[in-house]
C-alpha cells in the first residue's frame, strides 16, 4: 500500500493537557450527592442528583468544525428531555442537560469534561473521539460516569462506562468500501484512495480501509490531514495522479465538500463515500450540491432522519415544531438516540431503586436490542463490542427530508462481520 505517515501530535497534546488539567477531578459538589445515599421511595443516589433534579452532561461543538453536527445532537436531546419530563420525569425526578461548547478545541474539551463531571450523573453527548479518548482513563478509573459520545473511534471500545452507539469506524469504512466494491465497481487490483483526519477518528477509519483492502486485493492511497485543512486541492491532485477509482473520506462536512467539489471540477469522476460525521445537509446548497448528489455517499450508523418510520416521522415533526427556523439532518438522529438510550438505562435504574452511576451504567450494560425507529438495533451488553456492525448507506438528495436518501439498507459485510475491532 501507498502510505503517508505522521506522528500523533493530537494524542500527545491531549495526553499533555490532562496533566495540567489535573488527573483528578475536583471536590464533589456538597448538594450533587453521596454514593448510596437513599433517597425518597428508597431510590439510591450519588452524582449528579440534587433536590429532585437528574443532571445530564453535554459537551458539544457548536462553533468548531462540527458546529452544525453539535447544534442538531444538543438541540434534539433537550427536546427529548422536555418530552420526558413532560412524561413525568424519572423516579419523580426532573432531567436537566447542562450544556458546554468545546468548539472542537482540546483544552477546552478536557476543561469542559473536568468542569462537568462532578455535577453530572452522566454525559448524553461528547463529541470528538480524540477528546473523549483523551479522558478515557479518568472515566474508567476514579469518575466511572457513564458517556454515551457522538464519537466512533475503535480506540473506546473496551471501557464499561463509554458506550458506542452503532458500528465504529472501521467497521463502518469496511462497509463503505464493501459499497464500493459491490456498487460501484471498484474490484481486485484498484487503488483507492484514503483521506482522514489525523488522529483517532480517522486512524480508526485508516484501520478499517487497510483491512478490508487486505482482503479484498486492493491498494490504499494515504492522505493526512488536519481538521482545519478546508481545502483539499492538493489531495485530489495527489489521488488523481496515483489512479484511484474511488476515495474514501473520514473528516468533516467541509472536508467532504471540497474534497467533492474539487474533484468534480478537475473532471476526475469517481465515487466518494464518507463517515457519518461527513456531511450536513446544508452542503446541498453550495457550489458542491450537483457534485454530491451526483458522486458522493455516506456510511451511516442508522436510518436517516427522513426514514419512512412512524418514530422517525414523530421525531420529524417534534423537531420542527420545538425548532422552526433549524434545518434537518442525521445529528439529531444520532441526539435523539444517544438521549434515548440514556433515558432508557435511567429509566431501568429507576426500577431497580439504583439512580447512582453503578446503577446506572449496569442499567445500560443490560439492554440488549434498543431501536428508536431508525433501523438498527443496539446491543450494549458487550463493553469489548460496538452496539451494531452494521451501516446504511446514505446519497445526499435536496429532495427528501434531512437531504438524505437511502441507496443500501441496513447491513454488514462479511469482513466486517468477522473483524474483531482493535485486533
Not at 348 to 366: H, I, Y
Amino acid at each position: 500500500m501507498i502510505r503517508t505517515y505522521g506522528a500523533r501530535a493530537a494524542a500527545g497534546a491531549l495526553a499533555a493537557l490532562l496533566v495540567l488539567a489535573g488527573c483528578s477531578s475536583k471536590a464533589k459538589d456538597s448538594d450533587s450527592g453521596d454514593d448510596g445515599k437513599a433517597a425518597a421511595g428508597g431510590v439510591k443516589t450519588g452524582e449528579g442528583v440534587s433536590g429532585k433534579t437528574i443532571t445530564l452532561g453535554a459537551l458539544t461543538d457548536m462553533t468548531g468544525v462540527y458546529a452544525t453536527l453539535g447544534k442538531s445532537v444538543t438541540q434534539a436531546q433537550q427536546l427529548y428531555v422536555k418530552q420526558l419530563n413532560a412524561a413525568g420525569g424519572v423516579c419523580g425526578y426532573k432531567v436537566r442537560l447542562s450544556v458546554r461548547d468545546h468548539g472542537y478545541d482540546p483544552q477546552k474539551a478536557v476543561s469542559g469534561y473536568t468542569e462537568l463531571e462532578p455535577e453530572v450523573l452522566g454525559f448524553a453527548q461528547f463529541i470528538g473521539s480524540p477528546f473523549v479518548a483523551a479522558v478515557k482513563q479518568r472515566v474508567d478509573g476514579q469518575d466511572k460516569v457513564l458517556v454515551l459520545p457522538q464519537a466512533w473511534s475503535a480506540a473506546l471500545l473496551g471501557s464499561p462506562y463509554i458506550r458506542v452507539i452503532g458500528s465504529t469506524y472501521d467497521i463502518e469504512t469496511m462497509n463503505a468500501v464493501d459499497f464500493l466494491m459491490k456498487e460501484k465497481g471498484i474490484k481486485k487490483g484498484d487503488r483507492i484512495g484514503h483521506v482522514y483526519f489525523e488522529g483517532d477518528y480517522g486512524e480508526s477509519a485508516l484501520a478499517g480501509s487497510r483491512h478490508i483492502a487486505g482482503e479484498a486485493g486492493l491498494t490504499v492511497v494515504e492522505q493526512k490531514i488536519k481538521p482545519t485543512d478546508n481545502d483539499m486541492t492538493a489531495q485530489v491532485a495527489a489521488l488523481k495522479q496515483a489512479g484511484v477509482k474511488a476515495i474514501v473520506i473520514s473528516a468533516g462536512p467541509r472536508q467532504a465538500a471540497s474534497l467533492v467539489g474539487v474533484a468534480a471540477a478537475g473532471g476526475f469522476d469517481v465515487p466518494i463515500i464518507g463517515n457519518n460525521s461527513a456531511f450536513a445537509p446544508q452542503l446541498l446548497a453550495t457550489q458542491a450540491g450537483p457534485a454530491l448528489a451526483k458522486n458522493y455517499y455516506v456510511s451511516s450508523p442508522s436510518l436517516p432522519i427522513g426514514a419512512d418510520t412512524p418514530e422517525a416521522k414523530k421525531l420529524v415533526a417534534d423537531y420542527r415544531a420545538a425548532y422552526p427556523k433549524d434545518s434537518l439532518d442525521n445529528g439529531v438522529v444520532a441526539g435523539w438516540t444517544a438521549a434515548s438510550a440514556f433515558g432508557e438505562a435511567l429509566k431501568k435504574a429507576c426500577a431497580s431503586k439504583d439512580l447512582t452511576r453503578a446503577g446506572v451504567d449496569k442499567a445500560l450494560l443490560s439492554i440488549d436490542s434498543f431501536d428508536v425507529g431508525f433501523g438498527i438495533a443496539q446491543d450494549f451488553t458487550d463493553p469489548a463490542a460496538p452496539s451494531s456492525r452494521q451501516s446504511v448507506i446514505l446519497q445526499p438528495d435536496k429532495s427528501v427530508t434531512g437531504g438524505m436518501k437511502v441507496v443500501r439498507e441496513a447491513g454488514a459485510s462479511e469482513v466486517a462481520q468477522a473483524y474483531t475491532p482493535g485486533a
